[in-house]
């Protein structure tokens, strides 16, 4: 009666004993080239394979991210001037003239404080004068600096007749001070309207043309 049970209890220590029953119920004793594995990480050919993937992902995105900025800075600079004629505008319409600048502080830091300072009531600050794509080019200087301070749209001269400045609607209120975005510098007219100078060119070859 005793030998079966005795056959049985030998047969589960030898079970219990062997290296697969200890594998299934311990995993820190995993067989040694599992665990060499394991420790191992990315292989070389997998490192070279994530380093060309982001190489690739990179070339691709760079242009994209570069079209973007460009196109941003061109809005900004269109909402400057747009903030520009309304200034403008609500100036010549307060004082019946427009704001008379003399010539000869033309590009000087005096003509940049001298517009600023007639323009300001009308809530304009620097940075409504300041092209964003020079701005970056220039390494974003303090404008709260006066040595730094500048103004990246001109001002068309008109004289102080109260409605001279809506009297030809091909003259440009305000002239962007490059070739920032393109298409040649942006011009904004007497209806509010903005337009490069290329668009310009065009325009005005086709009316000569007779198309």
Not at 16 to 21: C, G, N, Q, V
Not at 128 to 153: F, L
């Amino acid at each position: 009666m005793r030998g079966p049970l005795l056959s049985r209890e030998s047969t589960r220590q030898r079970l219990e004993s062997s290296p697969a029953s200890c594998n299934m119920c311990d995993p820190s004793r995993e067989p040694a080239c599992l665990q060499r594995h394991s420790r191992a990480g990315f292989t070389l050919l997998e490192l070279l394979t994530v380093v060309i993937i982001i190489c690739i992902l990179t070339v691709l995105i760079l242009p994209a991210i570069g079209l973007y900025r460009g196109r941003s800075e061109r809005l900004g600079c269109i909402t400057n001037m747009k903030s520009l004629y309304v200034a403008a505008s609500n100036y010549t319409t307060d004082n019946q003239k427009w704001p008379q600048v003399p010539l000869t502080k033309s590009g000087s830091k005096e003509q940049a404080r001298t517009w600023h300072s007639i323009l300001e009531r009308y809530g304009i600050a620097w940075a409504n004068w300041v092209c964003p794509s020079i701005q970056r080019i220039a390494g974003h200087p303090d404008m709260s600096n006066p040595e730094k301070q500048r103004i990246d749209y001109f001002a068309t001269p008109f004289d102080d007749h109260p409605r001279t400045p809506w009297r030809w609607n091909t003259q440009p209120w305000f002239v962007e001070r490059g070739d920032m975005h393109g298409n040649g510098n942006l011009c904004i007219f007497s209806d509010g309207s903005i337009e490069d100078l290329r668009s310009i060119g065009r325009r005005a070859s086709m009316v000569g043309n007779g198309n």
